[in-house]
C-alpha cells in the first residue's frame, strides 16, 4: 500500500512499483494515449511526478529505441493499470524491472481520472509518495 499526498491535504491510494521508495516532486499529468517510454525519458518532466492518463501502461514494455534521453526523468510515476505481462517483438524488459533499474518509484492503482480531474481545478502542486 502507498500513498500520494498532494500539498493541499488531497490523498490517493495505490501499491508501489518500480524502485519502492518515497518519491517528491511537482505532479502533473500527460494525456498522451501512447508513448510512455518516450514520456518517461523526456527531459521536460525532469523531477515531476508524471500521471498518465492513458488507463493502461507498460503493455508492450520497455526497448531499445523509443528513449527520448539516456534515462527516466521524472521523479516518478502514477498510473491506472501497470501491465504486468507485457507483449512485444522489440521488448527488452517490463516497465517495472525498467524503474527498478533506473532507481524511479512508481505508483499503480491510483484513480488517474480523478487527479487528473483535481489537477486541472487545482492547478499542479507539489506532492509526495509515501509508503504505508
Given amino acids: 500500500m502507498a500513498t500520494l499526498i498532494l500539498e493541499d491535504g488531497s490523498r490517493f491510494e495505490g501499491t508501489l512499483f518500480g524502485h519502492k521508495r518515497a518519491a517528491a516532486g511537482e505532479v502533473v499529468f500527460t494525456t498522451g494515449m501512447c508513448g510512455y517510454q518516450h514520456t518517461m525519458t523526456d527531459p521536460a518532466y525532469r523531477g515531476q511526478i508524471v500521471c498518465m492518463t492513458y488507463p493502461l501502461i507498460g503493455n508492450v514494455g520497455i526497448n531499445d529505441l523509443d528513449f527520448e534521453s539516456a ?5 516518478a510515476l502514477i498510473v491506472s493499470e501497470l501491465c504486468e505481462l507485457p507483449s512485444n517483438w522489440q521488448l527488452k524488459m517490463s516497465l517495472d524491472e525498467y524503474l527498478s533499474e533506473q532507481g524511479v518509484t512508481g505508483i499503480c492503482g ?6 487528473t480531474r483535481h489537477i486541472r481545478s487545482h492547478g499542479a502542486m507539489k506532492g509526495r509518495i509515501v509508503a504505508g
Fill in 71 to 75: 534515462g527516466v526523468q521524472p521523479a
Fill in 110 to 115: 491510483v484513480d488517474t481520472r480523478a487527479l
